[in-house]
């Protein structure tokens, strides 16, 4: 399956969900509703910004976009071959979903971050908790969360949560290559 197509399905079903209206999701992400309608077509590709923006609104992951459609008995293993591979249409940074299908706390994801490119998240609170750790395989990345400025080599690891502006650039003049493992906790509504 096309990861556009991918994309389009996951955004389209947890918005039905969610009981939104485009309109309403709109509303709720700040992006406009003919961009979220495009994407939901699975005619436009949209920047790693658009789908925090929108992942954020409907109370799931950006890994949970990349995922395929709920089975009846999801695999526990994930083959190369079948993991799906993104390139954000922004930054050129290429984004491979490591884990399997079948539900696990832990989502891995591996990231090559093309030299001088940069990405900048808008997170803001969440339905879900999201706390991940970010390790360099190779090259460099600057990693800004909040206020704070990291400079990130090979074999460095940052645990950060999401909820608050993340910026990552890469300074070198090399691609970076680095894992994500995330974590996600729903909040519960008080009894």
């Known amino acids: 399956m096309d990861i556009n197509q991918r994309i389009?399905?996951?955004?389209?079903?947890?918005?039905?969900?969610?009981?939104?209206?485009?309109?309403?999701?709109a509303e709720?992400?700040?992006?406009?509703?003919?961009?979220?309608?495009l994407i939901e077509r699975g005619e436009s590709s949209a920047?790693?910004?658009?789908?925090?923006?929108?992942?954020?609104?409907?109370g799931i992951?950006?890994?949970?976009?990349?995922?395929?459609?709920?089975?009846?008995?999801?695999?526990?293993?994930?083959?190369?071959?079948?993991q799906p591979v993104w390139t954000d249409p922004g930054s050129g940074y290429v984004r491979r979903n490591l884990s399997p299908a079948a539900w696990s706390p832990i989502q891995l994801v591996e990231v090559s971050f093309p030299p001088g490119a940069r990405v900048a998240y808008e997170t803001?609170?969440?339905?879900?908790?999201?706390?991940q750790q970010v390790w360099i395989i190779e090259g460099a990345m600057e990693v800004t969360v909040g206020a704070t400025r990291w400079q990130l080599a090979a074999g460095d690891c940052?645990?950060?949560?999401?909820?608050?502006?993340?910026?990552?650039?890469?300074?070198?003049?090399?691609?970076?290559?680095?894992?994500?493992?995330?974590?996600t906790q729903t909040h519960k509504p008080p009894k």
Not at 47 to 58: E, I
Not at 61 to 82: C, H, I, Y
Not at 124 to 131: C, F, G, P, Y
């Open 8 to 25: 389009a399905g996951r955004v389209r079903a947890a918005r039905d969900a969610a009981g939104l209206s485009l309109a309403a999701l």
């Open 28 to 37: 709720r992400s700040g992006v406009s509703r003919s961009n979220i309608s």
């Open 47 to 58: 920047t790693a910004t658009v789908l925090d923006k929108l992942s954020a609104a409907l």
């Open 61 to 82: 992951t950006v890994a949970a976009l990349f995922e395929a459609p709920p089975g009846d008995m999801p695999s526990p293993l994930a083959r190369a071959a079948d």
């Open 124 to 131: 803001s609170a969440r339905a879900v908790d999201v706390d």
């Open 158 to 183: 940052l645990a950060m949560r999401l909820d608050r502006p993340i910026a990552f650039h890469n300074p070198g003049p090399t691609p970076a290559r680095y894992l994500v493992a995330l974590t």
